[in-house]
Protein backbone atom coordinates (compact mmCIF):
# COMPACT_ATOMS: atom_id res chain seq x y z
CA UNK A 1 0.00 0.00 0.00
CA UNK A 2 1.21 3.42 -0.17
CA UNK A 3 2.31 5.38 2.44
CA UNK A 4 0.01 6.64 4.48
CA UNK A 5 -3.00 4.74 3.36
CA UNK A 6 -4.59 1.72 5.43
CA UNK A 7 -7.21 -1.08 5.19
CA UNK A 8 -10.52 -0.24 5.13
CA UNK A 9 -11.91 -2.10 7.98
CA UNK A 10 -15.01 -4.91 6.54
CA UNK A 11 -17.99 -3.12 7.60
CA UNK A 12 -20.40 -5.78 6.08
CA UNK A 13 -22.36 -7.48 8.87
CA UNK A 14 -22.45 -11.14 7.35
CA UNK A 15 -18.05 -10.98 7.38
CA UNK A 16 -18.16 -11.31 11.25
CA UNK A 17 -20.17 -11.66 13.50
CA UNK A 18 -23.11 -13.30 14.81
CA UNK A 19 -25.33 -12.77 11.36
CA UNK A 20 -21.71 -14.74 10.05
CA UNK A 21 -21.98 -17.76 12.67
CA UNK A 22 -25.70 -17.62 11.65
CA UNK A 23 -24.73 -17.92 8.09
CA UNK A 24 -22.40 -21.05 8.86
CA UNK A 25 -25.18 -22.77 10.85
CA UNK A 26 -27.64 -22.30 7.81
CA UNK A 27 -25.37 -23.49 5.36
CA UNK A 28 -24.13 -26.51 7.12
CA UNK A 29 -27.89 -27.59 7.59
CA UNK A 30 -28.76 -27.02 3.77
CA UNK A 31 -25.31 -28.68 2.99
CA UNK A 32 -26.28 -31.75 4.98
CA UNK A 33 -30.20 -32.23 3.79
CA UNK A 34 -29.94 -31.17 -0.28
CA UNK A 35 -27.38 -32.02 -2.56
CA UNK A 36 -29.09 -30.31 -5.39
CA UNK A 37 -28.94 -26.58 -6.48
CA UNK A 38 -31.60 -24.53 -5.69
CA UNK A 39 -31.18 -22.15 -8.71
CA UNK A 40 -29.93 -25.04 -11.64
CA UNK A 41 -31.55 -27.84 -10.59
CA UNK A 42 -28.15 -30.10 -11.29
CA UNK A 43 -26.35 -31.67 -8.47
CA UNK A 44 -23.81 -29.57 -6.53
CA UNK A 45 -20.37 -31.26 -6.14
CA UNK A 46 -18.91 -30.74 -3.23
CA UNK A 47 -15.43 -31.20 -4.07
CA UNK A 48 -15.28 -28.64 -6.14
CA UNK A 49 -14.22 -25.30 -5.12
CA UNK A 50 -14.88 -21.66 -5.92
CA UNK A 51 -15.34 -20.00 -8.21
CA UNK A 52 -16.32 -22.89 -10.40
CA UNK A 53 -19.78 -22.91 -11.36
CA UNK A 54 -20.77 -25.95 -9.63
CA UNK A 55 -18.77 -25.27 -6.66
CA UNK A 56 -21.14 -25.23 -3.67
Not at 15 to 29: C, D, M
Amino acid sequence: MPNGARARPNLRPDHNGPQRAQFESNKKKIYATQKICGICGKPVDFRLKFPHPLSA
